[in-house]
Structure formats: structure tokens, C-alpha cells
């Protein structure tokens, strides 16, 4: 608290954000061995209750739930949830827990963080700098169209990124990143301009395949090992290899990122997946 403010000027304690959504990603494994220690009446018992806890949109569940396949061997199963009240996400994780097949999951990765509208996203006024920057004259009827498009754009595109939606395409992508602090290369200590400038680019590479992916950016710093969470969901499984390539080449990624470890994953409903994973007939 500040010198002098009073507490009255203050929100009152919660853990629900006053915007945005809290957000987590959490994998498993299913433990072959715990499962054969469970009768057929367990399993069985035990993928109902995982079918009616893991349905989006269910009454006292979070705002958003996707689950889906998880390729490769660290992982079987993963979820993606988020709401604005942690503990609704936490207790599917606890329902999970406590489930009958809760014995043969084993959580190996998870990561927590928060919706939010990048400093980099331009406001009306930086979008139409950068637009007479670029030679564009302000009287030019080009110019005023694309500023009421991207004033028009901007409020749509601000609550996608606060209260997204989870497109229903069948590959999901999710990955952990940072910006370094190498001292030839400290993304902290350049001025926000520059920052500014190098985001903008690594946003024309984005923008090339809407349609192809969608893309959510999560903020993690305070909240888990790295800054950032991204969330990818493509079309087809090739999109997403190629918007990664792409992206690393601008300089935003190339001279000042680093990444954690990828997961790929395939989405479909919860009694799909159960079956998938042969636990449930």
C-alpha cells in the first residue's frame, strides 16, 4: 500500500481477477499398473464420474473446459481450463482426484496463469501512428477506413483475449516461454518503442494464417516458471508446425525468446478420449 492510501481505496481481498480469467493447463498419465489393481466395476465407476465432471459447460463447472489426446510419452490425457474463480478449476482437478480412476492418473505437468491484453497490443491512437509512420496521410479515405476497421476490431479483440472462447478444432498446441535476459540480448532493458516494433512484426507473421490457427497468449510470470503460456489450435496438424517455423524468424523470437517443452495434443469429447485411451468400452 501506498504512503497514505487508505484502505477504503483499496478492492477488497479476493482471488478472482477484476478482469480476465485464471487459466490452467495440466496433464496425465494414465499408471497402467494402478489400473489393473482396479476391479471392472471401479473402472467403470470410476469413467462415469470423469464423463459427467468433464463436460464444458456443465452446471458449477469452469467457464472453459477442453480436453483431448496428448501425443508422444509424457502425457496420455491433458485438460485446458479457465474461469474467473481458481478454486472452480481446482476442484476438477480435485474431482479427478477423488474419482475411482483418480488412482490411475498421474498428474506429470501443469501450468497456471492469466488471461490478459498485452502492453503491445496497440490502442487507436498507436494503431493510426503507426499507420502515418508507415506514409500513410491522414486525410487519405484508405487511412480513415482502416482506422474505423481496427476501432471497430479492437473491443471484439480485447474480450477474445480476456474471456476467449476455445475454438473447436481438432489440434491443440501448448508451450511455456520466455523473453531473455542475455546481456547481449535483454529484451527488459531495450525501450518499449523498440519492444513495440519487434511485436508488431511477430504479429504480421500471425496474421498470415488466420483461419489456419487461433492463437492465445496467458501471462504467467508470478504464477509459474516462465512468462508466458501459448495456446495453439489448428486446423490440421501441419498449420501448427508451420506458424512455429515461421514465427522463429522474426526477431522478437529469433534474437530474444526461449521455449519450454512442447505438448500436442488432439481435442474430442471426454467419452471419445476415455475410449482412446481403453478406458472405457
Not at 481450463?81 to 498428474?107: F, H, N, T, Y
Not at 518503442?193 to 511485436?199: D, H, I, K, N, P
Request: glycine share 6%; hydrophobic share 40%; aromatic share 12%.
Amino acid at each position: 500500500m501506498r504512503p497514505g492510501q487508505s484502505t477504503e481505496q483499496l478492492p477488497a481481498p479476493t482471488i478472482c481477477l477484476s478482469t480476465g480469467w485464471h487459466c490452467l493447463h495440466v496433464y496425465y498419465r494414465v499408471n497402467a499398473l494402478a489400473l489393473t489393481a482396479l476391479s471392472a466395476s471401479e473402472v467403470e465407476a470410476g469413467w462415469a464420474e470423469l464423463r459427467q465432471l468433464l463436460v464444458p459447460g456443465r452446471e458449477g463447472g469452469p467457464e472453459r473446459l477442453q480436453v483431448f489426446a496428448v501425443s508422444g510419452h509424457r502425457a496420455d490425457l491433458g485438460l485446458m481450463l479457465m474461469d474467473p474463480d481458481p478454486l472452480k478449476i481446482d476442484a476438477v482437478l480435485q474431482g479427478i482426484r477423488a474419482s475411482k480412476l483418480g488412482v490411475a492418473l498421474e498428474s506429470v505437468y501443469s501450468f497456471v496463469s492469466i488471461t490478459e491484453i498485452s502492453e503491445y497490443v496497440p490502442t487507436i491512437e498507436q494503431y493510426s501512428e503507426r499507420l502515418r509512420v508507415d506514409g500513410t496521410a491522414a486525410d487519405d479515405p484508405a487511412y480513415l477506413a482502416k482506422v474505423k476497421a481496427y476501432e471497430q476490431r479492437l473491443p471484439m479483440m480485447n474480450k477474445q483475449r480476456l474471456y476467449p472462447d476455445m475454438p473447436e478444432w481438432p489440434v491443440i498446441c501448448f508451450y511455456p516461454m520466455n523473453k531473455i535476459r542475455d546481456p547481449q540480448a535483454n529484451w527488459f532493458m531495450i525501450p518499449f518503442s523498440e519492444r513495440s516494433r519487434l511485436m508488431a512484426e511477430h504479429a504480421t507473421s500471425g496474421i498470415k494464417f488466420a483461419g489456419k490457427v487461433s492463437q492465445l497468449i496467458t501471462a504467467s510470470t508470478g504464477f509459474d516458471d516462465w512468462e508466458w503460456g501459448v495456446t495453439l489450435w489448428g486446423r490440421t496438424p501441419e498449420y501448427i508446425k508451420e506458424i512455429v517455423y515461421t514465427m522463429r524468424f522474426d526477431e522478437a523470437s529469433a534474437r530474444y525468446a526461449a521455449f519450454g517443452p512442447f505438448y500436442i495434443g488432439y481435442t474430442m469429447p471426454i467419452g471419445d478420449l476415455l475410449k482412446h485411451l481403453k478406458l472405457a468400452k
